[in-house]
């Protein structure tokens, strides 16, 4: 039931998206995902499986409990987007979905500067909170979506932040 509403909450999340689809390899055990398709590896938390991916999403991994999930998304820009004016369209989309801004700011990942919001959204009657963390490298945004119910927030922000800190470019 849990994982019902994720998906539908990662569909939100992932809306009007061109993506990229390159298959990578996932290993539960130590919680690395490597994909040299696109050009990076990040570590979960070991533990979680792979999940269903949602079409344009690279990986979906889930918590044991299925409480929470963190999808992997690669979107290559068109030549004239910055990553500014991408940032600027992502939260305009999730204004647009209804989602209602917690707070942003800056991170740096894979050792570029990058971006990150936290949203929460009403979905089926239930609250849900979202956060996307997001990296530009070459013409690639590299986007780490989690989602969790929004009482349980508290208890995976720094396990999504930990992700997202985690991912490095490999070519």
């Known amino acids: 039931m849990r994982l019902k509403w994720l998906g539908s909450a990662a569909s939100?999340?992932?809306?009007?998206?061109?993506?990229?689809?390159?298959?990578?390899?996932?290993?539960?055990?130590t919680g690395l995902y490597h994909d040299?398709?696109?050009?990076?590896?990040?570590?979960?938390?070991?533990?979680?499986?792979?999940?269903s991916a949602p079409t344009?999403?690279?990986v979906t991994v889930v918590a044991p409990d299925d409480s929470a999930q963190m999808n992997m998304v690669v979107q290559e820009l068109p030549q004239a987007m910055t990553f500014d004016q991408y940032v600027e369209q992502l939260v305009s989309r999730w204004g647009s979905a209804g989602a209602r801004k917690v707070e942003e700011g800056e991170m740096i990942m894979g050792g570029v500067g990058g971006f990150w919001t936290v949203r929460s959204m009403s979905l089926g009657g239930q609250r849900f909170t979202?956060?996307?963390?997001?990296?530009?490298?070459?013409?690639?945004?590299?986007?780490?979506?989690?989602?969790?119910?929004?009482?349980?927030?508290?208890?995976?922000?720094?396990?999504f932040e930990d992700a997202a800190k985690s991912l490095m470019f490999i070519n």
Do not use: H, K, Q
């Not at 040299?36 to 999940?51: L, M, Q, S, V």
């Not at 490298?137 to 989602?147: D, E, K, M, T």
């Open 130 to 159: 979202a956060v996307n963390y997001s990296v530009m490298n070459g013409s690639r945004v590299y986007s780490l979506i989690g989602v969790v119910s929004e009482a349980d927030f508290p208890t995976y922000r720094n396990v």
């Open 56 to 58: 344009g999403v690279v």
């Open 36 to 51: 040299d398709g696109n050009g990076f590896f990040i570590r979960f938390p070991a533990g979680w499986y792979e999940g």
């Open 12 to 29: 939100c999340a992932l809306m009007c998206a061109a993506l990229l689809s390159c298959g990578g390899n996932y290993d539960a055990g």
